[in-house]
């Protein structure tokens, strides 16, 4: 069963709305957990505009289960890291002002950069992951970082999967086999949804985790919190 790791980063949009601390952010986390999830994951961004940086650290004593802490690593987001000391973190390279995260990474151009990165990150006992597109040249790169895990940009089938067009699950399965292979664990994220994640799970080997948010959340306003949650658990056995 691939683990679920639900990302909060939505009840944080919420609540800064309107300021204040509706919804709770550490109370939606801990009830998550305890309605069944398997992990947190956060994005915390330089503009603070969902999840602030005070979040990450007031989480600390709420998620026991797995912690996972995505952005790009640049210094305050890598100070944040090894201060914060989760379980996994996932590097992500996005723009300052990206809505949301739109590509994975060249591991062949920042191989050095992702090096020098996921060592530090590693000496200080914080697993690593790496956001990639399902790219066989980028999943080969990220080997070379040292890397201990990759996280599959899912976007692309995502939308395919919408479309009706079951092929676009075929880059993924590729670029998992030869993760297998590379001996990195696999990770997946962005766009999965109720409607789709039980044939993404069904389709790719060794599928660790995922990390779903903006989806979840907007079904969860239909459907209750706990019900989507296990809804969830039950598509990824």
């Not at 300021?19 to 109370?27: A, E, H, Q, S, T």
């Not at 300052?96 to 995260?101: E, L």
Request: glycine share 6%.
């Amino acid at each position: 069963m691939a683990k679920l790791s639900v990302n909060i980063n939505k009840i944080a949009t919420l609540r800064n709305s309107r300021g204040g601390n509706v919804p709770d952010l550490l109370k939606v986390a801990a009830d998550v957990q305890r309605f069944g999830a398997q992990g947190i994951t956060i994005h915390p961004r330089p503009d603070e505009r969902h999840i602030r940086y005070q979040d990450a650290h007031d989480l600390v004593p709420i998620v026991h289960t797995e912690y996972n802490i995505e952005g790009n690593p640049v210094k305050k987001f890598m100070d944040l890291v090894l201060a914060v000391k989760p379980t996994q973190v996932t590097l992500v390279p996005d723009a300052d002002d990206a809505i949301t995260s739109n590509a994975g990474w060249d591991t062949i151009t920042h191989k050095s950069f992702l090096q020098e990165v996921i060592q530090e990150f590693k000496r200080n006992g914080i697993r690593a992951s790496i956001f990639v597109d399902p790219v066989p040249e980028m999943v080969e790169g990220a080997k070379e970082t040292g890397t201990d895990r990759i996280e599959l940009y899912t976007e692309a089938f995502a939308h395919q999967y919408g479309l009706g067009n079951k092929d676009g699950i075929k880059p993924y399965v590729t670029a998992a086999e030869i993760a297998n292979k590379l001996e990195l664990g696999i990770n997946a994220g962005h766009d999965l949804s109720l409607d789709n994640i039980k044939y993404f799970k069904e389709n790719i080997p060794q599928l660790l985790e995922v990390s779903i948010g903006h989806a979840l959340i907007a079904e969860s306003l239909y459907l209750g919190l706990d019900n989507v949650v296990n809804m969830y658990l039950q598509k990824l056995k």
